[in-house]
């Protein structure tokens, strides 16, 4: 099986590594791949978004969103102005995705950041693949991209049984508020600095790389694949001539 850079990196010999910090070691070890997705990736983000179960459309939308709907939601977002961000598995399946939609605060009089900028965050993360923590890593790369750009709210709209999101925001520090079968999670982004954009371009040009790479592989793959057919092919047809 080919390996990504992220596997390279964690499975390298300890020489070659020894002058790191244990924290950037740690660091390196669970890095996630995220990828800013743009409007030519939109089948893939309906594809990814109908393969949620019933019970997961719930929890992402509000409501158990049909077929119809979501392949609406998919085509209407708005690339200009909000960021999607996904994570992409070895065979280049979009296993789970984030959507900061940037907007004004809706209601003035909130204590929090009043006339203030902020952005929504919602995510979704196939069953296949949970239990990776990608949701958190893909709340903490949108927070990272969002205060690059001058947002100092980051806010989370979601219904109380979604514990896998309530867990999230509690982690990051979020003022949790419940309001019957809504909760509503608060996170005040500190202001953006140069390590804070050295770092978002750094995440940005990794990915990258990652996706490249596995793009190469899997054509190499197939490429394999195909050869090996038609050479047991051939061969077949080489034994029947023989007989």
Do not use: C
Not at 34 to 61: G, K, N, Q, V
Not at 168 to 190: F, H, K, Q, Y
């Amino acid at each position: 099986m080919s390996k990504t850079p992220a596997d390279l990196a964690a499975t390298a010999a300890p020489a070659s590594r020894s002058w790191l910090p244990k924290a950037a070691l740690q660091r390196l070890a669970a890095w996630v791949p995220i990828r800013s997705l743009e409007r030519r990736h939109r089948r893939r983000i309906a594809t990814h978004l109908l393969m949620l179960t019933p019970e997961d459309r719930y929890l992402r939308f509000g409501y158990v969103a049909s077929d119809e709907q979501i392949s609406k939601y998919a085509m209407g977002l708005d690339f200009a102005r909000d960021e999607v961000l996904g994570i992409f598995n070895r065979r280049l399946e979009l296993v789970a995705m984030a959507h900061l939609a940037y907007q004004p605060l809706a209601n003035p009089q909130t204590p929090v950041v009043p006339h203030r900028p902020m952005a929504e965050f919602g995510v979704s993360v196939l069953t296949r693949s949970r239990g990776r923590g990608f949701g958190a890593r893909l709340y903490e790369h949108a927070t990272l991209h969002a205060r690059n750009r001058g947002i100092e709210t980051m806010f989370i709209h979601a219904l109380s049984e979604n514990a896998p999101m309530l867990k999230i925001a509690r982690n990051a520090g979020a003022t949790v508020e419940r309001d019957g079968s809504e909760l509503e999670a608060w996170l005040r982004l500190p202001p953006d600095t140069m390590s804070s954009h050295v770092g978002e371009a750094i995440e940005r040009h990794m990915a990258e790389v990652d996706f490249q790479f596995k793009r190469h592989a899997r054509t190499l793959g197939n490429f394999i694949d195909g050869v090996a057919e038609v050479k047991a092919q051939y061969d077949g047809s080489g034994k029947a001539a023989k007989q």
